[in-house]
C-alpha cells in the first residue's frame, strides 16, 4: 500500500516509491528505494522535498535484498544459469 508521508516521518528501512520532487530542475536524484542512511533523509530535506511517497508492504525490501544477495554472489548467478539452461533444455524436449 503507498502512503504519502512527510519528510520529517521518514526513517531508515522504509521504502521510498516516488520522491514527489518532479518540479526541482535538473533532477537526477534516484526516485526510488530503500532509505539505508540517516543521511539519505537530510539530503531529501536539503533538496527542499516535503513529503515522499512510501510502500508500507515489506514486499519490496525482501525483493532488494534478494536481488542483491543473488546479483552479488557467483555461486548463485552460476546456479541460476544452470537452471535456466536445464529448463531450456527440457521445455525444448517437451516440444519435439
Known amino acids: 500500500m503507498i502512503k504519502r508521508i512527510p519528510v520529517s516521518a521518514l526513517r531508515v528501512g522504509m521504502y521510498i516509491t516516488d520522491l514527489n520532487n518532479d518540479w526541482i530542475p535538473h533532477n537526477s536524484q534516484r526516485k526510488r528505494g530503500i532509505v ?3 543521511e539519505t ?3 531529501i530535506r536539503r533538496i527542499g522535498v516535503k513529503h515522499v511517497y512510501i510502500d508500507v508492504a515489506p ?3 525482501l ?7 543473488v546479483l552479488r554472489n557467483a555461486n548463485a548467478l552460476s546456479c541460476l544459469g544452470r537452471i535456466r539452461e ?3 533444455t527440457c521445455w ?3 516440444s519435439t
Open 86 to 88: 536445464k529448463t531450456t
Open 92 to 94: 525444448n524436449t517437451r
Open 59 to 61: 514486499i519490496h525490501q
Open 41 to 43: 533523509i537530510e539530503k
Open 36 to 38: 539505508r542512511r540517516e
Open 63 to 69: 525483493a532488494d535484498e534478494l536481488q542483491n544477495s
